[in-house]
């Protein structure tokens, strides 16, 4: 069965600090690849998505992740942090049939 | 964007009743929507796939009697959970995708609360 990891449970960082989160998925074949994050209190919204071509993807605020097929992963980046990045941060695979595959997720927290 | 919405945001039942909890796309029509389920400090799990106008697609290990999906109308789909118990408390999901969005692209509801005593 398909997984996604999540290696970073808990991330603490300072505004303007750097911010990698680790994303790793086990499958084979064709995956699109996605980045949610979920605000405190609010729904799951969508930060940025891969499909083809560039494996270096733009996001919404910021935030790129880069696809690397060789190592299966999927990691998410944003240069500076600021203190509404606060939030949880979910990467999932699209296998096929539409369905995602979610990872456990990463609290980040960006002290001001 | 679009728009996803879920009702009711919260319930509490008794153990033994049944508990609806509608999702809706806003703005767009939705043949395929998905109903998951989020654990405390845990992933969402995949619960079922709802496909207008046909039966319900339950992933391994959900039980499809106790979890009713209902998805009468491009914007609407309903998850009954029959004969609730505690262990049935937890925070459900839906998303919807819009087939004309261009990608593969789920759309969230706000989810609900359910908590069973």
């Known amino acids: 069965a398909q997984s996604v990891s999540q290696h970073n449970h808990h991330v603490i960082l300072s505004e303007a600090a750097s911010l990698e989160l680790g994303c790793n998925y086990s499958y084979g074949g064709t995956v699109n690849l996605f980045w949610y994050v979920q605000y405190p209190g609010q729904h799951l919204q969508l930060l940025l998505k891969?499909?083809?071509?560039?494996?270096l993807v733009k996001g919404i605020k910021g935030f790129e992740a880069e696809f690397i097929k060789s190592k299966f992963s999927f990691n998410l980046r944003k240069p500076s942090v600021q203190w509404s990045d606060t939030a949880e941060y979910f990467c999932a695979v699209n296998t096929g049939f539409q369905k995602l595959v979610f990872g456990t997720g990463t609290r980040l927290l960006v002290s001001p | 964007g679009a728009v996803v919405s879920q009702h009711p945001s919260r319930v509490i039942c008794k153990s033994g009743t049944s508990v609806k909890i509608e999702c809706r796309s806003l703005d767009f029509q939705a043949t395929t929507m998905f109903w998951y389920r989020q654990f405390p400090k845990q992933s969402l799990m995949l619960m079922a796939t709802s496909n207008e106008g046909s039966k319900a697609t339950y992933e391994q290990g959900v039980e499809k009697d106790k979890f009713l999906i209902n998805h009468a109308s491009l914007t609407l789909s309903t998850l009954t959970v029959t004969s609730a118990h505690p262990e049935d408390s937890s925070f459900y999901i839906c998303s919807a995708r819009d087939p004309y969005s261009g990608g593969d692209e789920q759309y969230f509801g706000p989810g609900t609360r359910l908590t069973v005593t």
């Open positions: 891969y499909f083809s071509g560039d494996p």
